[in-house]
């Protein structure tokens, strides 16, 4: 089988393209310049060391819409993921049609997830290494590109992973994990925004009876559920419990009690299909990336819209997502909106 493993220069998709040559699959691999910040040299080396030939494709125009979700969220009060609307509208995508039209028969990444069927579609699965598990990442994924895509990470660790690269002496074995976001790689997101938007305006503080408690620098510096770096002393510990873009007002409180009714729009589906009427089922979700799964009653709605309740009130933030699972494969998902 022909592969186009996406290449990035760390050690998965390194290890991911060796695995599957080891295979016997003719493997080529691609990286994706998105912005300036792609590590072209780490990919080629990481190329260079397996044994493949690299492709270099041009996406700084397709990733600009990366960049514009990501401010147009934080602007509106939201806490965006750019990682999974890049996977859905730009990595995964560039390199499945790159893949298609060069005659490659499927694409492979270092994700740390399984793609299986269920129902006769295309769903994606918790890995071995829940540590890394990434099925919430990728979520948005379309049967297209899950019907073509392989995961040869899912039945390993990292620390395996790790090892193997080593003993076969791969150049990228001990490089380090990115942490950040990738166009971001001093974090300071705020800077960024405001080069982008101009400078976030002052606005109020207020307890959540409206009462004033002092001035914020900029709602783009706060995210909902935060605690520390508020700029303000009340004597006691609060929390950011909502953030109203259009009063420029964030409202301030001792404790998150959370939700039990939390709403959902853009919805996808892979391990079911888009429901015709109104329908409901009983699933876990997580509500964040690093968050563990909870039970909870879903309403799915044909018009891409859902409503999940719970038994306990649960913490979201608005503008992340939340992937429900059943049996450990992913069913849908969707964005937080209330």
């Known amino acids: 089988m022909k592969i186009l493993v996406g290449i990035s220069g760390g050690v998965d998709s390194a290890y991911a393209a060796l695995k599957l040559k080891s295979e016997g699959h003719e493997v080529e691999g691609a990286v994706l310049i998105m912005h300036e910040y792609t590590e072209i040299e780490a990919a080629r080396e990481a190329a260079t060391s397996v044994g493949i030939l690299l492709h270099e494709i041009d996406c700084h125009s397709s990733f600009e819409c990366i960049k514009e979700n990501f401010v147009s969220e934080y602007i509106s009060g939201r806490t965006p993921n750019p990682c999974i609307i890049c996977n859905e509208r730009v990595k995964l995508k560039v390199l499945y049609d790159f893949a298609m039209e060069n005659g490659f028969d499927a694409i492979a990444t ?25 099925t919430y990442m990728l979520y948005r994924l379309p049967q297209s590109i899950l019907s073509r895509l392989y995961l040869p990470l899912s039945e390993e660790t990292k620390e395996e992973i790790r090892k193997n690269t080593d003993a076969v002496g791969l150049s990228v074995a001990k490089r380090a994990d990115s942490q950040e976001i990738c166009f971001l790689p001093d974090g300071n997101h705020t800077e960024y925004i405001e080069s ?42 609060v929390f950011v419990t909502d953030i109203n873009p259009q009063s420029n007002t964030i409202t301030l409180a001792q404790s998150i009690s959370g939700s039990t009714e939390i709403h959902l729009t853009d919805m996808v589906y892979s391990g079911m299909a888009k429901p015709e009427n109104d329908e409901t089922v009983e699933l876990f979700v997580k509500l964040r990336y690093t968050a563990p799964l909870v039970k909870t009653r879903a309403i799915l709605y044909p018009d891409g819209t859902a409503t999940l309740t719970f038994d306990k009130p649960e913490k979201s933030a608005p503008g992340q997502s939340a992937v429900l699972y059943k049996d450990g494969v992913v069913m849908c998902g969707g964005f937080i909106n209330k």
């Open 196 to 237: 982008k938007a101009g400078k976030s305006s002052e606005g109020d503080f207020v307890d959540q009876n409206g009462k004033i408690l002092g001035k914020h620098k900029g709602i783009i510096h706060y995210t909902v559920g935060q605690r520390k770096g508020l700029g303000i002393s009340l004597g006691e510990r």
């Open 110 to 134: 270092g994700h740390y997830a399984n793609v299986v069927e269920n129902d006769g579609r295309y769903a994606l699965a918790f890995p071995k290494d829940m540590k890394k598990e990434q």
